[in-house]
């Protein structure tokens, strides 16, 4: 990317994975290293992920970055200063169709655009809008999490509770990480949940 820091010019950086495979904390990295470089930064996340804080992003680690809350992607243009060089969104799966128009604006705009989110949902499908962000994108980037069955990297997000709603929002005992082999989509019997098991002895 460091050419593209010399001339002012904007792009799309695109962070995707399953849920624990660190999009949070690789977006936060690179947040930390913009404000080093002295950059004027905004981060946004979706009303809807309001999990741990409701004013800033956090990562299933802990490491943390201040936020605005917005309910869509057109949120961020009416709360975005325009002195601001580079642009975070994290949980951009909930940001809505518009996250991709709004996305290019900011680029065109000069911007750093720094997005973060699931590129699958729950049954493995393509989760709007990453797969166009994707295909805009100057820089993509996808994070694997571990396996919780079997330790291999892990591509899906594994639901464990009963819902066939798109979003149900939650984190550990909702979901976890798993490998191609190890996916159910869907819900996984109850009979095979690790912790509805007999004990080991
Ligand atoms: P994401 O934003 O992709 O959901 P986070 O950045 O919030 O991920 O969290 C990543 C952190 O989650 C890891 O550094 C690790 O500490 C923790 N973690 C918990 N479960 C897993 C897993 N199955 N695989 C990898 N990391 C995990
Ligand atoms: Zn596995």
């Known amino acids: 990317m460091m050419e593209m820091l010399i001339h002012n010019t904007g792009w799309i950086e695109v962070i995707c994975g399953p849920m624990f495979s660190g999009k949070s904390e690789e977006l936060i990295r690179r947040l930390r290293r913009a404000i080093i470089a002295r950059k004027r930064v905004q981060v ?22 201040k936020a605005i809350v917005v309910p869509d992607a057109t949120g961020i243009l009416s709360q975005i200063d325009w002195r601001t060089q580079v642009v975070g969104v994290d949980e951009a799966n909930f940001m809505g169709p518009e996250l991709v128009n709004v996305a290019s604006q900011l680029a065109d705009a000069g911007k750093q655009v ?24 100057e ?17 899906h997000t594994q ?3 009963d819902s066939a709603d798109l979003i149900v929002v939650g984190a550990a005992g909702t979901y976890e990480a798993r490998c191609r082999r190890c996916f159910e989509p869907g819900v996984p019997k109850q009979e095979v949940l690790p912790f509805l098991r007999p004990p080991a002895r």
């Open 159 to 161: 639901r464990l509770v």
């Open 44 to 65: 946004f996340k979706p009303v809807i992920d309001n999990r741990y804080s409701e004013d800033e992003i956090v990562s299933h680690a802990d490491a943390r970055f």
């Open 139 to 155: 820089s993509i980037t996808k994070t694997l999490a571990i396996c919780m069955r079997c330790g291999n990297p892990a591509k």
């Open 114 to 137: 720094l997005i973060a989110g699931l590129d699958t949902d729950y049954l493995a499908r393509p989760f709007p809008p990453i797969p166009d962000l994707l295909a805009m994108a």
